[in-house]
């Protein structure tokens, strides 16, 4: 005959996982509550030892052991850094909350399918990480597919609530990004310059967070590049809670990121006249107050028309007085052929538009136009 008590044990558990005050298992002896926690996947393990019963206790008992368990059997443990929170104000000092997660494969690797050790034993630590607050996850250039679905079908499980988050841009963030509701600021890594990267994916991203009903705050997003590692990128136009200050305090949590040398900074705009909005300045003066060595500055313009405000650049440019010297304006799209005449339509402007940004930000050297083409202090911005 057969013997129903486990598929009775697991329908009273999962019913105790979603409505916990309608089932207590006060009468369970101790080993039979750990007899039913083994059969569970580390994310439901976590779940339960949020449940106010008497399987908490050793709900979180079990998640500590299944850890370090984890921990030792790391195939490559190089691959990882972990840091925890320790809590001196308990009798057992050595004890703590693991409160980072870092994971950096190597950039000269390849993460390929056959290698399911390194994603699997990813994947069921990102499970057992209850108390994460900051995620590190940086892959090679161009993983597979199956590697990237693998590890995004984790994040949907995973029952940690992040406030820092660093991944590489080939991951999909929604929606699973949602339930990070304490998302302060999201770092996206690129392995390509910042002209090279995906922009209409992370602006629809940063368009979704900003939006969202699911933050009080929208997170602070912003881009690294692989190639420039001293500079960052950022959609300031479509967030009005984007932070300067959020990214400086938050460069720490960032591997391997140096926080005192960030020189380049790239804005992305849609057209030159967002520089008159409120939201963006103040973006952009706390850019400047956070990061005091910027000394190239990177315009990103979906818009052609750019010499027709040259005084909405010319108040960010005041902002960035003390080593700015190298001032590029970039086209989101580089113009075919047939449309170059229009898109460069401000070639004969190109003097007045040097003396307008440089009158406002003395210490400007030198200004790259979109058609490629350049104009120096040295040469009082003639030819």
Not at 72 to 88: A, G, N, Q, T, V
Request: glycine share 2%; aromatic share 12%; charged share 25%.
């Amino acid at each position: 005959m057969p013997d129903h008590t486990q598929n009775t044990v697991g329908v009273q558990l999962r019913r105790a996982i979603d409505t916990p005050d309608l089932i207590l298992f006060t009468q369970w002896p101790p080993e039979l509550t750990h007899n039913v926690l083994t059969y569970l996947d580390s994310d439901d393990v976590a779940r339960v030892a949020r449940v106010g019963n008497t399987f908490q206790a050793e709900a979180g008992r079990l998640l500590s052991r299944r850890r370090a368990n984890w921990e030792k059997s790391l195939w490559k443990p190089d691959m990882y850094e972990l840091i925890i929170d320790r809590d001196f104000t308990t009798a057992e000092p050595v004890q703590g909350r693991l409160q980072e997660l870092i994971f950096w494969y190597p950039p000269k690797d390849t993460l390929d399918t056959w290698d399911t050790l390194v994603t699997d034993q990813l994947q069921e630590g990102l499970l057992l990480m209850t108390s994460l607050k900051h995620l590190t996850i940086r892959l090679p250039a161009n993983p597979e597919f199956d590697v990237l679905e693998t590890i995004n079908s984790t994040f949907t499980r995973c029952t940690f609530s992040l406030k820092t988050l660093y991944l590489s841009e080939d991951f999909e963030l929604f929606p699973w990004i949602l339930k990070q509701t304490e998302l302060e600021i999201m770092a996206v890594y690129t392995p390509s310059w910042f002209w090279g990267f995906n922009k209409d994916k992370h602006l629809s991203d940063q368009r979704w967070l900003s939006s969202s009903p699911c933050f009080r705050i929208p997170p602070t997003l912003f881009i690294l590049s692989g190639v420039t590692e001293d500079g960052i990128s950022a959609f300031p136009a479509f967030s009005p809670g984007w932070s300067a200050k959020l990214i400086d305090d938050s460069l720490k949590h960032f591997y391997a990121i140096p926080q005192k040398d960030v020189t380049m900074i790239a804005l992305y705009v849609q057209t030159m006249d967002e520089f008159d909005d409120k939201n963006v300045l103040s973006a952009v003066r706390s850019i400047s107050d956070h990061f005091v060595n910027i000394f190239h500055l990177d315009v990103y313009v979906g818009d052609c028309m750019i010499h027709l405000n040259p005084e909405a650049l010319a108040s960010v440019l005041s902002n960035f007085t003390r080593k700015l010297q190298e001032l590029a304006i970039v086209f989101w799209e580089e113009p075919s052929n047939d449309n170059r005449p229009v898109a460069y339509f401000f070639r004969d402007q190109k003097l007045k538009l040097c003396k307008v940004w440089s009158e406002e930000c003395p210490s400007l050297a030198y200004i790259n136009f979109p058609d490629h083409s350049g104009r120096a202090m040295d040469s009082r911005w003639e030819m």
